[in-house]
């Protein structure tokens, strides 16, 4: 028994809790242990493959997986993550070979008439960033797949950019080193490296999404003069950050699709009902008027759980969209809710690790 006992416990043990990790992936419960257990299955899949020959595959209902995108540029700036072009085109070439990609409408009305064909995805864009249109387009008409761009409209006329990304530039740029907040978040930032100044970048900006609108204005202001940075200095007039509405056409006419997202990108929980009105119904105005079409589909801003509430929802479906997309992790089943729609954010990944995202993100 002894003998037995040391040859074959440890190998019982792993089985147990690879077990275990499997019954709670597959039977959920809170979200927290089941992000943990997406989490452990995708890092160390391959390590139990030997003890489970064959992928579990639930199969109970039919879903659809919407993947997100921001940026795609070979710039390799750490201070705006990017997705790699050589990278993108690899992803977007085992998307096409593996998987029926759909275009956004299409995707969701089938899901929810519970009519979709298996292995369906939607490929996403939030913003309205320029390399969008001169690194992403160039690869999407090349493998003729329709994407849909959630635009925030403001930044459209070529010289505006993002409020989140006024303060990323600001701290990037700033001769000063450090930074005081103290009357606002009670912090102090030290601004003497890189790595310093990516920390100060994500908690300024993590702090300003939690206040309401109009506070987050004002700070986002004294941000940007605390740091000598100019608001009109953002942007360089020859190689603008965000799109503009020719070459928003460009992509329409390259039989890309539209969706809203906002005038300025403010949180919408944390706006007034009239301010998200406003923010919802003129960029949907706005994108119908300069392209000449029906937009259909609205995204959040940020988009996390606590970015936006029933009442914005409501807004959201009073203002005559379809569908909403979050950015709420995961993929979405028969019988979602059409005005929560779920989405994977895809990084600078290589292909092994995007395909085990996409295995592990389905259930
Ligand atoms: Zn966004």
Known sequence: VGRCGVKFLPGFKNKLGTLAVYFIFYIGGFQPIRAFARYFLIHHNE??????????????????????????????????SAIDIPRFENQVAYLVEKFRIVPAKEGVQRLLEGDLPP???????DDGYRD?????????????????????????????VLWH???????????????????????????????LREQAIHSVLWDLREIPNERRKIWGRIVLER????????????????????????????????GAHTVTHPILSQTTIEEAKQEIENSKLAIETH?????ESFAYPSGRKADFNEKIKEL????????AF???????EFGVDPFALRRIPVGNWDLPYFEKVLAWSKF
């Open 47 to 80: 390590k139990f493959s030997n003890i489970f020959p064959f992928q579990i595959r639930k199969r109970r209902f039919q879903s659809i997986q919407i993947l997100a995108y921001h940026r795609i540029n070979s710039q390799k700036d750490e201070y705006f």
């Open 227 to 258: 740091l000598g940075i100019l608001e009109t200095s953002m942007d360089p007039p020859k190689n603008p950050l965000m799109l503009n509405w020719h070459e928003a056409r460009s992509l329409r006419e390259g039989g890309m699709t539209f």
């Open 119 to 125: 292995n369906c995805v939607i490929v996403t864009f």
């Open 326 to 332: 979050s950015m709420i992790y995961g993929s979405n």
């Open 165 to 195: 990304d006024q303060v990323c530039c600001a701290i990037r740029k700033t001769i000063r080193t450090t930074l005081d907040l103290s009357d606002f978040n009670g912090k102090k930032y030290v601004l003497s490296s890189d790595r």
């Open 316 to 323: 959201v479906k009073e203002s005559g969209f379809a569908c």
């Open 132 to 160: 969008n249109f001169t690194n992403a387009f160039p690869i999407l008409k090349k493998y003729n797949v329709d994407a849909t761009f959630f635009l925030a409209t403001g930044c459209l006329n070529g010289s505006d």
């Open 291 to 295: 392209l000449q079409l029906q937009v």
